[in-house]
C-alpha cells in the first residue's frame, strides 16, 4: 500500500482517527492497523513476519537469563537464515552453479520462483540490533509483546525504513497513552509528508522515465550519454528513497511518534565518510553499530581499520540486493572510505590540514565526491558488472566538455536538480524562519489555497498504476 | 491549524465545481481517449456519464453506439481520421442527423463488447442502433491469452456474474479483490477529485502542449504511414505472437469457445434491436500467404456461416478495402477508415429499410 494511494489516505484517516479518540486503546489500534498494512502485501508474508518476531521476542526475554550468548546466537542465526534464505539462496546457488559446473538449481526448482517478502532486509536489521542492544544491556528487553508488535511493525517505517532502534522506539510506543494531539507535532508531520510526495511524484517518477530509456540502450550509450544517465539516475534514487524516509518520518509525526531521519542533503558532502553521514544515515550507523565496531573498528591499527571499513561496506552492498553489481558498489565506497583516510593523514602530515576550510576547498571537494557517488550509482543500477564497466569507461575517456546532440536539456535538468539539492539544504536550514515568514505575511486564506492547490496536484498527479519505491525491492 | 477549515472549505467546492462542469468530454473526441481509458478502464464510467447527460440534455433519440477493437477505434492514425469521425461527417450531410457515438479501445474483446453493452443498459443509454466490428482472430484458441474479458473484467462480473464466471473458466483468471481495491473504487466513484484526476491531468497536458507549440495535441497511437513503408512489418507479423491472430488450425464454434459464447450473448442482448457485426477485412496482399491457406478459408467460411445465421445484420469487410490503404495487417489509413465509414454507413442504413 503506497503512502500517496486513495486506500492508504483512507487507512490512515481510520487509524488516526481511532488513535486519538480512543487514546486509551492506542496500542491496540497501532497493532492493528500494523496487521492490516502488512497483510496487504500478503497474508503468508505476515505470518512469516510474525513468527519471526514473536521468536525473536521470545529470546529477547531468555537473554535476561543464563546462557545469554547461545540465546542471542540462535536469534541471530534465525533471523539471517530467514533473510539469507529469501533473499540471496538463489545468488548463493547459481554462484555455486557457475563455479562447478553443476545444475543444482534443477535440483531446487522452488528457489527460483521465491517471492522476497515486503521489507525482509529492514526488519531483520532492526531484529537483530534489538537482541544485541539487549544482550549488551544498552537496552531492557521489552516484557509486552505488543508493544514489541508495534515497534518492529509500525507501518511508516516498515516497507523501507528508517531502520529503528528499540531504544529510540520502544519508549516512544510505551508512552503512546500519553501523546497529546500537538498542532505543531502534526503539522510538522503533514510537512514531510508532502515534501515526500512533491519528491516521488513530481520529481523521482518524471526522472525514472528517461532513466529507464538510457539504461534500456546499455553498452549503446556514449560516453556523454553515460554521464547524462548516470547523473539522472544519481538524482532518482535520491529524490525517490529520501521521498519515501520523509513520508516515513511524516506520517510517525501524525501519530506523535519521532521516526529518524534518513538523509540530509547527502549531494553536499565533501568527502565519502560525510557523504554515509548524510546518506541513508539509519542504515550506516547499523553497519558502524553492529558489524564495522564487532570487527574491530579502528581500534586494531590502521591496516585492520581498513579491512575493517572495506568489509562493513562490502556487506552494506550486499543488504542492497542480491547481486554482485551491489557488492561492487559497497566495495567501491569501501574503497573511497580508505581513500580519503590516506588522504586526510596526507594531508595533516604536510601541515595542509585547515586548507579544507576554505570555501574553495569545500566546493571542489562537494564536486568531486558528488561525481564519485555518480560512479558508484552506475554500479547500482546496472543489470550486470559488464553494463556498469561499459559505461564508467566510456564516462572516463570521453571528452568531458563535449556532449552529444539532445544532451543539452538533459545537463540543464541535471544542473536545476543539484540548485533544488543547494535550495532543500537552505530550506531545512532555515526552515523555522521561513515557517515564520510564511505564517505571518501571507493570511490564512491564501495559505489554505496553496495547500488545496499541492493536495490536488499530488491527487491529480500521483500514479495510478503500480509505480513503487526503488528501495522496496530491498 | 488554522488553515484547516479553509482547506475543507475550498476541497468541498472543488468537489462541486467538478460535479457541476463535469470535464469527461476531455475522455472523448470522435472516440474514448486511449491513454485515460487504457491505465484506469474505470475511466468508461464517466464518458457514459456524461454521454447519458447530453442525451437527456439534448432529447436524443437518433443515435448510433459503435463498439470493437482498434479497428473501429480506428487505430494508429489520429482521431480526426477515424470511423466515428467520418461516419458523424456522414450523418451531417443526411436529414436525420444521427449522432454516432465510438466506444471502441484497442484490444477490446467480445466480452468487453457484451460487457459494454450491459453498462449502456446501466447508464440508460438505448442500445437500439449498435455497430460492433470483431476479427477473425477473435475466434482463434486463446492460450489463455488474449482473456475473452480484456478490459472490463470487474464490470462484468457486478453485471453478469454467470458470464464472468464463464470467461474466467476460459481464462482462468481470477476474480479474488482485496479490500484496497474496494477502497480505492469507491473513493473514485464518490469524491470528484479522484473520479476525475485522470482526465484533469490529461486536460492539462492538452492545455500545455496547445500553448507551448501553438497545435493541438496528436492523439495518434502509432506510425498511420501504410504498411508498404514499414520494412521491418513483414518481419514482426512472422512472430508467433501475430501468426496466431491468421490460425488455420480448425476453430471450435461451440460455445465452449468464449467468442462464440459472448457473441450469442450480444445476439440475445440486441434481439429486436438494428445491430450490424462487421468482419474486419485483413491486408491481402501482405498477409497473401496465411490468407491463402486453405485452413485460414475454411475457418472463415465457418464464421461467415454462423454469423450469417444469427438474427443480426452481418458485413465480412474482407477485399472491400484497398491493401494500399492498409497501415498494417487489419488497421487502415485515414482514407481506408473513410472508405470504411461510406461501406458501414450505407450497409446500416440498407438494413434500415
Redesign the interface.
Known amino acids: 500500500?503506497l503512502f500517496y494511494?486513495?486506500?492508504f489516505?483512507?487507512?490512515i484517516l481510520c487509524t488516526l482517527a481511532l488513535y486519538y479518540w480512543l487514546p486509551q486503546y492506542r496500542l491496540y489500534t497501532l497493532v492493528l492497523a500494523n496487521i492490516i498494512f502488512y497483510a496487504?502485501t500478503g497474508i503468508s508474508m505476515l505470518v512469516l513476519f510474525m513468527a519471526v518476531a514473536a521468536v525473536t521476542y521470545g529470546l529477547s526475554i531468555l537473554l535476561s537469563r543464563s546462557r545469554q550468548k547461545l540465546y542471542l546466537l540462535i536469534g541471530i542465526l534465525i533471523n539471517l537464515s530467514n533473510l539469507l534464505f529469501f533473499k540471496y539462496s538463489l545468488f548463493i546457488l547459481s554462484n555455486f552453479e557457475k563455479l562447478l559446473g553443476l545444475p543444482i538449481l534443477n535440483h531446487a526448482p522452488f528457489i527460483t520462483n521465491l517471492v522476497l517478502p515486503v521489507g525482509i532486509s529492514f526488519y531483520t536489521f532492526e531484529l537483530i540490533a534489538y537482541l544485541v542492544d539487549v544482550y549488551k544491556g544498552k537496552l531492557d528487553p521489552t516484557r509486552n509483546m505488543l508493544i514489541f508488535w508495534v515497534f518492529i511493525s509500525f507501518f511508516p517505517h516498515r516497507i523501507a525504513g528508517p531502520i529503528m532502534r528499540g531504544k529510540d522506539l520502544i519508549p516512544q510506543v510505551e508512552h503512546l497513552k500519553q501523546i497529546n494531539f500537538s498542532?505543531a507535532t502534526?503539522?510538522l508531520g503533514l510537512t514531510y509528508l508532502a515534501m515526500g510526495m512533491v519528491k516521488k511524484i513530481f520529481i523521482a517518477d518524471n526522472i525514472a522515465v528517461f532513466v529507464n530509456n538510457f539504461y534500456s540502450q546499455g553498452i549503446a550509450l556514449t560516453g556523454s550519454q553515460a554521464w547524462i544517465a548516470g547523473l539522472l539516475y544519481t538524482f532518482q534514487i535520491y529524490y525517490d528513497f529520501s521521498a519515501y524516509s520523509e513520508m516515513a518520518v511524516g506520517i510517525g509525526y501524525l501519530f506523535g511518534i519521532q521516526l529518524d531521519l534518513n538523509f540530509k542533503t547527502p549531494y553536499l558532502s565533501g568527502n565519502p565518510s560525510e557523504f554515509w553521514r548524510r546518506w541513508h544515515i539509519t542504515l550506516s550507523t547499523w553497519i558502524r553499530d553492529y558489524i564495522y565496531i564487532p570487527l574491530g573498528g579502528s581500534r586494531k591499527g590502521d591496516t585492520r581499520k581498513y579491512i575493517n571499513l572495506f568489509a562493513a561496506m562490502a556487506i552494506s552492498g550486499l543488504w542492497h540486493g542480491a547481486a554482485w553489481t551491489f557488492v561492487i558498489w559497497g566495495m567501491y565506497h569501501g574503497l573511497l572510505q580508505i581513500c580519503h583516510n590516506l588522504y586526510a593523514k596526507l594531508m595533516k602530515c604536510m601541515g595542509w590540514g585547515k586548507l579544507t576550510d576554505h570555501w574553495i576547498y569545500k566546493a571542489v571537494s562537494i564536486l568531486v565526491m558528488f561525481n564519485l557517488a555518480n560512479i558508484g550509482w552506475i554500479f547500482f543500477r546496472s543489470d550486470n558488472l559488464s553494463i556498469a564497466i561499459h559505461m564508467i569507461s566510456s564516462m572516463l575517456t570521453t571528452n568531458l566538455l563535449y556532449l552529444d546532440s539532445g544532451m543539452y536539456n538533459y545537463a540543464l535538468a541535471i544542473t536545476g536538480l543539484f540548485i533544488l539539492h543547494i535550495v532543500e539544504y537552505w530550506a531545512r536550514k532555515y526552515y523555522r524562519r521561513l515557517l515564520q515568514l510564511w505564517s505571518s505575511w501571507i493570511p490564512?486564506?491564501l495559505?489554505?489555497?496553496a495547500?488545496?492547490a499541492l493536495?490536488?496536484a499530488l491527487?491529480?498527479?500521483?500514479p495510478?498504476?503500480h509505480s513503487s519505491f526503488i528501495y522496496f525491492k530491498f | 491549524m488554522k488553515s484547516f477549515k479553509y482547506i475543507l472549505v475550498y476541497l468541498l467546492v472543488i468537489e462541486l465545481v467538478l460535479d457541476l462542469f463535469n470535464p469527461s468530454s476531455a475522455a472523448y473526441s470522435c472516440r474514448l481517449d486511449y491513454p485515460i481509458i487504457k491505465d484506469n478502464p474505470s475511466n468508461i464510467d464517466i464518458v457514459l456519464e456524461n454521454i447519458n447527460r447530453e442525451i437527456q440534455s439534448q432529447n436524443l433519440t437518433n443515435y448510433i453506439i459503435i463498439l470493437g477493437d482498434s479497428v473501429a477505434f480506428s487505430g494508429p492514425g489520429p482521431s480526426s481520421e477515424s470511423l466515428g469521425y467520418y461516419m458523424q461527417q456522414l450523418s451531417n450531410k443526411t436529414d436525420s442527423k444521427t449522432k454516432l457515438y465510438n466506444l471502441s479501445m484497442p484490444a477490446m474483446q467480445t466480452g468487453d463488447i457484451y460487457t459494454m453493452l450491459l453498462k449502456l443498459d446501466e447508464y440508460h443509454i438505448s442500445t437500439q442502433h449498435v455497430i460492433l466490428n470483431i476479427i477473425y482472430a477473435g475466434f482463434a484458441e486463446r492460450t489463455p491469452d488474449p482473456p475473452a474479458v480484456f478490459w472490463l473484467q470487474d464490470d462484468l462480473q457486478k453485471l453478469d456474474y454467470s458470464s464472468f464466471k464463464q470467461a474466467n473458466r476460459n481464462d482462468g483468471s481470477s476474480a479474488k479483490k482485496q479490500w484496497t481495491q474496494v477502497v480505492r473504487k469507491s473513493m473514485e466513484n464518490n469524491l470528484a477529485l479522484f473520479k476525475y484526476r485522470d482526465i484533469i491531468k490529461s486536460g492539462i497536458n492538452k492545455k500545455y502542449h496547445y500553448l507551448r507549440y501553438g497545435t493541438v495535441l496528436d492523439d495518434s497511437l502509432g506510425d498511420s504511414r501504410p504498411w508498404y513503408y514499414k520494412k521491418d512489418l513483414p518481419q514482426l507479423l512472422a512472430t508467433p505472437e501475430y501468426q496466431r491472430d491468421f490460425s488455420a488450425k480448425p476453430f471450435d464454434m461451440s460455445k465452449n469457445n468464449s467468442q462464440i459464447y459472448f457473441i450469442n450473448k450480444i445476439a440475445e442482448h440486441q434481439k429486436n434491436c438494428h445491430t450490424l457485426i462487421f468482419l474486419a477485412g485483413t491486408n491481402d496482399k501482405l498477409m497473401n500467404k496465411e490468407v491463402l491457406n486453405p485452413g485460414y478459408q475454411d475457418n472463415l467460411a465457418k464464421i461467415d456461416r454462423y454469423l450469417a445465421s444469427l438474427p443480426i445484420q452481418y458485413l465480412n469487410c474482407q477485399g472491400m478495402i484497398d491493401a494500399n490503404y492498409f497501415t498494417d495487417h487489419v488497421h487502415l489509413t485515414g482514407e481506408g477508415y473513410r472508405q470504411l465509414a461510406k461501406i458501414l454507413w450505407d450497409t446500416y442504413n440498407q438494413g434500415d429499410n
Do not use: H
Open positions: 500500500m494511494t486513495p486506500e489516505v483512507f487507512f496487504v498542532s502534526f503539522s490564512v486564506p495559505r489554505a489555497a495547500y488545496t493536495i490536488v491527487v491529480v498527479y500521483a495510478t498504476d
